[in-house]
C-alpha cells in the first residue's frame, strides 16, 4: 500500500483505533485462546475455503498448513494478551517462528499419535466440547448479570461473524450461544480433537513416571564443587593472546584422562584447574563453581556429579563444550521452612515437573528423528535471521511480500517491519520507508488489540527513516502520529528528546504536558493503592469497616483516552494454558 493511500486513511483511522482496541479486548476476550475464538476462528475458517491445501512445511512427508500455523500463532499470542505480556512489532517475527515451530511438533506428534492407534470418538470430543462451552459460559455469567449477558452472549457472535449485510442481534439467550459455541468447537478448523489427541499421547508417554518423598527430599540437594573443563574449542585465556588450537573430541577426552591421571597421582586438583582449565574463569576460582541444585545441569552431568561422596573425583563427563572433571566439595540439603506442612502438595508438584521433563524429552527425541523441510518463504527468512544471515533473510523476505499483503494484519505486519528494519541496516531508507508504512498499515483494526504498542512502533521506525532522509516535516508528522497513536511512556519520552532535538517547541511542550499528566495520575495509583491498603490493615485489626474500592485511573492523559465501548467490561480471568500445559491435567 502506498504512503499517499495510507495518508488518506489514517486520519479517520487514528480516531478510532484506540477504541477499536478496547471495544474488540471486551468483546473478545472470553474466546481470545480457545479453539475457534474470534483472533483466530474465522480467520482460520476463510483461509481453510481459500487456501484448502497450502502447505508452509513437510514433516516426515506429511504437509504442515498454514492453517495450523495460524492457529498455533493466535494461541500464543492470545496467551501473551491474557498474560498481560507486552507483544512488541520489533520481536514479533520470532513470536510468529516459534508458533510455526509448534505447528511443526504438533503434526510430528499427531502422526506419531496415528501410528500407536491413538482416536477420539465423536461422543468424547462432543462431550468435551461441552464442558469448554459450560466453563466458558459460567465465566461470562460471573462476569454479567441478569440482561446485561444475553448483549454480551450477542456481542461475541457478532463479533465472530465480522461484517454481514444484516445488522448483528443485540440480544442472544443463553441456549443459542451454547449451541452457537458448541459448533465453533466441533469445527475441525477448531483444532479441538487434535488438543484431545496430543493430551492422550502426553498421558500415555507420562503414566508411569512417578516420584515418592525420597526424590522429593533429593530435589533439595546442592552440591559444592570444583571442575576441570577441557574444550573442544579452547578460548585465550587472556586479552591479546592466541587461543590453542581445536581438538577432535578424541583429543579433549585423551588430555582429560591425562589431567585426571595427574590428580589421582596426588597433583592438587584447584592447582591443576587454574593452571590447566580451558575456563578462563579458573584463574580466578581455582575451578570452584557456585552450588548446584539437582536438575539444574545436563542429565549426564547430573547423574555423575550427584553419585560422588565428598572429596571424590569423576571420570571425564561429556558435555556441550567437551569434557569436564569434577570434585565433590560439599553435599547439602536445604528444605523450606514449610515443607513438612505442605509436603504432598510439594510431591505433587515435583511429579508434574518430572513428567513434564519426561514429555520434553520425548518430543526432543522425536524431533531429532524428524526430516522437516520448511517451505515457506516467510519462515524461510526467520531461520535465516537465527541463523545471523540478513542479507538471505531480506531475499526471503522480499520473496514472501505478496503472501503478507494477502494475509495482512500481523503477518503483513511481522514481514514488512523486519523489511524496514533490514534495509535501515544498510541505509536504504527511502526502501524502508515504503516497508514501515505498510507495517504500520497492517496494525490497525482487530490487529491493534494483538500489537497495542505496534503500530506506534512502526510509525516510529517510519519517522526515523524520514529524518535519515533529511525530509524533516515528513519525520515531524509521523512522530507526532505515533504518539497520538501510543500512550506508552516510553515512546513520549523518546519523543519529547527527538521534538527538542528537531527545534519544536510547540510539540515539546505538548510531551511534556502529556508526561506531567501520566506522572501525576501515577502518583494518584500510588495514592489510591496505599489508602486501599491500609483500609484493608485497619478492617484486619477491627479498626474500620472496608473502604470502597476506588476505580484505578488510566494510564494516559485524559485527553489520549478513548470512548469507552459499549459493552461492559469483564473481570480480569485465569489465562488458558497452552496445548502442553493443557496435556498435563
Known amino acids: 500500500m502506498s504512503i499517499q493511500h495510507m495518508r488518506r486513511r489514517f486520519a479517520i483511522q487514528l480516531r478510532y483505533v484506540l477504541w477499536v482496541i478496547i471495544a474488540a479486548f471486551i468483546i473478545g476476550l472470553p474466546l481470545v485462546f480457545v479453539p475457534g475464538g474470534f483472533l ?35 494461541r500464543v499470542a492470545g496467551f501473551y494478551l491474557q498474560m498481560g505480556q507486552g507483544l512488541g512489532v520489533a520481536q514479533l517475527w520470532q513470536l510468529r517462528y516459534s508458533a510455526f515451530q509448534q505447528a511443526v511438533q504438533n503434526r510430528l506428534l499427531l502422526e506419531t499419535a496415528q501410528q500407536q492407534g491413538t482416536s477420539i470418538s465423536k461422543s468424547d470430543l462432543s462431550k468435551q466440547a461441552q464442558q469448554m462451552v459450560d466453563r466458558e459460559i459460567a465465566q461470562l455469567k460471573d462476569q454479567y448479570k441478569g440482561p446485561e449477558i444475553e448483549q454480551v452472549f450477542a456481542s461475541i457472535v457478532a463479533k465472530s461473524a465480522g461484517p454481514s449485510g444484516a445488522p448483528p442481534a443485540q440480544t442472544m439467550s443463553e441456549r443459542q450461544f451454547s449451541k452457537w459455541a458448541m459448533q465453533r468447537y466441533l469445527d475441525p478448523s477448531a483444532g479441538l480433537r487434535d488438543d484431545l489427541i496430543l493430551q492422550q499421547l502426553r498421558q500415555a508417554v507420562t503414566s508411569q513416571v512417578s516420584a515418592n518423598e525420597q526424590d522429593l527430599l533429593q530435589s533439595y540437594d546442592r552440591a559444592t564443587v570444583s571442575h576441570i573443563i577441557v574444550m573442544l574449542r579452547p578460548a585465550a585465556k587472556s586479552p591479546g593472546a592466541a587461543a590453542p588450537l581445536a581438538r577432535t573430541d578424541e583429543q579433549a577426552k585423551q588430555r582429560a584422562e591425562e589431567l585426571l591421571a595427574r590428580i589421582k597421582a596426588g597433583a592438587d586438583f584447584a592447582a591443576v584447574a587454574k593452571a590447566e582449565s580451558d575456563d578462563p574463569a579458573a584463574a580466578r576460582t581455582a575451578g570452584l563453581m557456585p552450588d548446584i541444585g539437582r536438575g539444574r545441569m545436563a542429565a549426564e552431568w547430573d547423574k555423575a556429579v550427584f553419585a560422588l561422596k565428598p572429596g571424590e573425583v569423576s571420570a571425564p563427563i561429556k558435555v556441550a563444550w567437551g569434557y569436564e572433571i569434577v570434585r565433590m566439595d560439599k553435599i547439602s540439603r536445604q528444605l523450606p521452612k514449610d515443607f513438612e506442612k505442605n509436603k504432598q502438595q510439594l510431591l505433587t508438584s515435583f511429579q508434574e515437573q518430572r513428567r513434564g521433563e519426561v514429555w520434553q524429552q520425548y518430543v526432543a527425541d522425536l524431533q531429532k528423528k524428524a526430516k522437516v523441510e520448511v517451505r515457506d518463504p516467510e519462515m524461510q527468512a526467520y531461520q535465516a535471521l537465527i541463523q545471523g544471515k540478513r542479507d538471505d533473510a531480506l531475499a526471503k523476505l522480499n520473496g514472501a511480500k505478496e503472501g503478507a499483503r494477502n494475509a495482512g494484519g500481523l503477518t503483513a505486519a511481522s514481514v514488512f517491519y523486519q523489511i524496514g528494519q533490514l534495509l535501515a541496516e544498510k541505509k536504504q531508507w527511502k526502501d524502508a520507508t515504503d516497508a514501515f508504512a505498510e507495517a504500520s498499515d497492517a496494525l490497525s483494526g482487530e490487529q491493534a488489540v494483538m500489537l497495542p504498542g505496534g503500530r506506534a512502533e512502526a510509525l516510529m521506525a517510519l519517522a526515523n527513516a524520514y529524518e535519515q532522509l533529511k525530509q524533516t516535516n515528513e519525520a515531524v508528522m509521523w512522530y507526532t502520529a505515533a504518539g497520538e497513536a501510543s500512550e506508552t511512556p516510553t515512546i513520549h519520552s523518546q519523543l519529547l528528546a527527538i521534538f527538542q532535538k528537531l527545534g519544536k517547541p510547540d510539540l515539546v511542550k505538548k510531551e511534556q504536558e502529556w508526561m506531567a499528566s501520566y506522572e501525576q495520575q501515577q502518583q494518584e495509583r500510588q495514592a489510591q493503592m496505599a489508602a486501599q491498603q491500609k483500609a484493608a490493615a485497619q478492617q484486619a485489626q477491627g479498626q474500620g469497616k472496608p473502604a470502597a474500592q476506588p476505580a484505578s485511573p488510566s494510564s494516559a492523559p485524559a485527553a489520549n483516552k478513548p470512548k469507552p465501548a459499549t459493552v461492559p467490561q469483564p473481570k480480569p480471568q485465569q489465562a488458558p494454558q497452552p496445548i502442553d500445559a493443557r496435556a498435563k491435567k
Open 40 to 74: 483466530g476462528g474465522r480467520r482460520e475458517q476463510e483461509q481453510q475455503k481459500t487456501e484448502p491445501s497450502e502447505t508452509v512445511a513437510m514433516v516426515n512427508g506429511k504437509p504442515v498448513t498454514r492453517a495450523e500455523v495460524t492457529r498455533s500463532f493466535d
